[in-house]
Each structure stands twice: as structure tokens, then as C-alpha cells.
């Protein structure tokens, strides 16, 4: 979107706004397009899910013709160059997500980037679905939900005892038989967790590569708090001791989420420099 540019030029006085309005004008952009293929899932989240308890997760979901007319308009006329499989729990609807996944995959040029959000508990029992995608390139990344290394603490986070090790091991198993597809974890921070993503890091380590970690966003519809930043701070400063020292050399991947006035906080704290700032093709 190269929108910094924009945003330096505004203030060097070299473009005004009416120029950032033609430059939005200049036709409708959606590279980053995420479908739920369900409302149903096996896990609870006390707290962190951002379905309205009101929803009915029984109701008629939306036509799958509906669902490939969306991700056919985005790629032939919005320009989308990556598609997410998201939930609720899109496992819950296997076949659904397969032939979804086969659509996306079979648009001309498959210069689309495929991937699935999930909790990890169903990978075992639709492993053969998931490979066929992988192998066939329909499934080019995967990111498995996981918010604590701790086995007791994840279980309680998510509501239901097993699902650590559930999730665990398929991540292990996907990372050893997939190379083709970017295998990674994406974990919630709270305030209780901070200490179990560390763990997760370290246990994780042998086979994967790629972490995401993100604060957690509270639905509107909860009394969940959203973090104070003294906590994150904590957290950043411990990981990067960890990334520094017991895993230095390892070769991770770890991105951060950082929000709205977050990015503020971070930047005063000195863990970046606003010209660090670099863009990609999401932004």
C-alpha cells in the first residue's frame, strides 16, 4: 500500500491531502482476506473468544457458493494475495475448509498465499485432508493456537484438559512433515501466560520456527481488561533476554502485535525508532 510514503511526503509539504485521497481513489484494494468456515468449536476461552455468546453457532451457515464468490472477487478484482482459514474452529467443518482450500488453490496463476488458523486438536484425526492440501500447494502456511508451554496452563486457558499436548504434538508432526508449508504458533498474551509463551519457545524450538504473539484484545461483550503496557514491556524485555541468550543463534522468527497507542509506548521505551518502520505488502 506504501503508505508511509505517503505520510512523509504530507509532512515535507511535497503532497497535500487531496493527493492521499487520489492515491486512495485510484481503485478498491483487499490483499489480506480471512473466512470463517464455521461458527462451531470444541473449545471454551473463558473470556478471550470474540463470538457473541447471543450468536446461535447452529444456525444455517453462510452457502459455500457465497464463500467462493468472496474469495474469487478478492483475488480477480481486489487484488488479495493472501487467504486465511479461520473459526471459529474451522476443523469443526473439515470437509468444508478442503474444498474451500482446493478452490482458492486452483484460481488462476496460485499466486495465492493459503493459510489455517486452528487449535490443533482436530489435525490428528484430518491429517490425510490437510497433507493432500499441503502437498498440492492449496496450504501454504499454518498457525496453531497455542498460549502457554505450560501443558496445565494452556488446557485452562482454553477450557478443555488434553489440549496442550494435542496441539503440540501436531505442531511437531506438521513442522517435521510439511516443509513446503510455514508451520507456526500464534499465542494470545495475558496476564497470567507471560512466563508460558517463554516456555513455549523453548520447548518449541527443535521444530518450529515461527511464533506470533499478540495482547489480548478483549471483546467488547466481556470484563476482560485489555494489558497494561508495563506488562508487555516486562514481557518484551524478558523475551529478548531469552532470544539473546538460551535461544541466541537459533534462527526464530518472533513477531509481536503492538496496537494504537502500544506502538507509542514501545517507541518511548526505546525498543524501536520510528525511521526503523518499514513496510510490507500488508502494511
Given at each position: 500500500?506504501n503508505?508511509?510514503?505517503?505520510?512523509?511526503?504530507?509532512?515535507?509539504?511535497?503532497?497535500?491531502?487531496?493527493?492521499?485521497?487520489?492515491?486512495?481513489?485510484?481503485?478498491?484494494?483487499?490483499?489480506?482476506?480471512?473466512?470463517?468456515?464455521?461458527?462451531?468449536c470444541?473449545l471454551?476461552?473463558?473470556?478471550?473468544?470474540?463470538?457473541?455468546?447471543?450468536?446461535?453457532?447452529?444456525?444455517?451457515?453462510?452457502?459455500?457458493?457465497?464463500?467462493?464468490?468472496?474469495?474469487?472477487?478478492?483475488?480477480?478484482?481486489?487484488?488479495?494475495?493472501?487467504?486465511?482459514?479461520?473459526?471459529?474452529?474451522?476443523?469443526?467443518?473439515?470437509?468444508r475448509?478442503?474444498?474451500?482450500?482446493?478452490?482458492?488453490?486452483?484460481?488462476?496463476?496460485?499466486?495465492?498465499?493459503?493459510?489455517?488458523?486452528?487449535?490443533?486438536?482436530?489435525?490428528?484425526?484430518?491429517?490425510?485432508?490437510?497433507?493432500?492440501?499441503?502437498?498440492?500447494?492449496?496450504?501454504?502456511?499454518?498457525?496453531?493456537?497455542i498460549?502457554?508451554?505450560?501443558?496445565?496452563?494452556?488446557?485452562?486457558?482454553?477450557?478443555?484438559?488434553?489440549?496442550?499436548?494435542k496441539?503440540?504434538?501436531a505442531?511437531?508432526?506438521?513442522?517435521?512433515?510439511?516443509?513446503?508449508?510455514?508451520?507456526?504458533?500464534?499465542?494470545?498474551?495475558r496476564?497470567?501466560?507471560?512466563?508460558?509463551?517463554?516456555?513455549?519457545?523453548?520447548?518449541?524450538?527443535?521444530?518450529?520456527?515461527?511464533?506470533?504473539?499478540?495482547?489480548?484484545?478483549?471483546?467488547?461483550?466481556?470484563?476482560?481488561?485489555?494489558?497494561?503496557?508495563?506488562?508487555?514491556?516486562?514481557f518484551?524485555?524478558?523475551?529478548?533476554?531469552?532470544?539473546e541468550?538460551?535461544?541466541?543463534?537459533?534462527?526464530?522468527?518472533?513477531?509481536?502485535?503492538?496496537?494504537?497507542?502500544y506502538?507509542?509506548?514501545?517507541?518511548?521505551?526505546?525498543f524501536?525508532?520510528?525511521?526503523?518502520?518499514?513496510?510490507?505488502?500488508q502494511?
Open positions: 500500500m503508505i508511509l510514503p505517503l505520510w512523509r511526503d504530507l509532512l515535507s509539504g511535497q503532497l497535500d491531502f487531496r493527493g492521499v485521497l487520489d492515491h486512495f481513489s485510484c481503485g478498491p484494494r483487499l490483499t489480506y482476506l480471512t473466512v470463517d468456515t464455521t461458527g462451531v470444541d471454551t476461552c473463558p473470556g478471550m473468544c470474540y463470538y457473541h455468546p447471543d450468536i446461535s453457532l447452529r444456525r444455517t451457515p453462510v452457502a459455500e457458493e457465497a464463500l467462493q464468490a468472496a474469495i474469487a472477487a478478492a483475488y480477480t478484482e481486489l487484488g488479495m494475495t493472501t487467504l486465511v482459514f479461520a473459526g471459529k474452529e474451522p476443523l469443526q467443518n473439515a470437509s475448509l478442503s474444498r474451500l482450500a482446493r478452490f482458492a488453490g486452483e484460481l488462476a496463476g496460485r499466486d495465492i498465499s493459503t493459510g489455517l488458523v486452528t487449535n490443533g486438536r482436530g489435525i490428528a484425526k484430518h491429517w490425510s485432508e490437510l497433507a493432500a492440501l499441503a502437498h498440492n500447494g492449496s496450504l501454504t502456511f499454518l498457525d496453531i493456537s498460549d502457554s508451554g505450560i501443558a496445565a496452563q494452556h488446557d485452562a486457558i482454553r477450557g478443555v484438559p488434553g489440549t496442550f499436548e496441539a503440540f504434538a505442531l511437531e508432526r506438521c513442522g517435521g512433515e510439511w516443509p513446503q508449508v510455514r508451520v507456526g504458533t500464534a499465542s494470545v498474551l496476564e497470567d501466560n507471560a512466563e508460558g509463551i517463554r516456555e513455549l519457545l523453548r520447548r518449541a524450538v527443535p521444530f518450529n520456527r515461527h511464533f506470533f504473539v499478540t495482547p489480548v484484545q478483549p471483546p467488547p461483550f466481556t470484563a476482560t481488561p485489555a494489558l497494561r503496557w508495563t506488562h508487555i514491556r516486562d518484551l524485555r524478558a523475551l529478548l533476554h531469552l532470544l541468550t538460551d535461544l541466541c543463534g537459533a534462527g526464530l522468527e518472533v513477531m509481536i502485535s503492538l496496537l494504537g497507542l506502538l507509542w509506548d514501545a517507541e518511548a521505551e526505546g524501536f525508532q520510528w525511521d526503523e518502520l518499514r513496510e510490507d505488502t502494511g
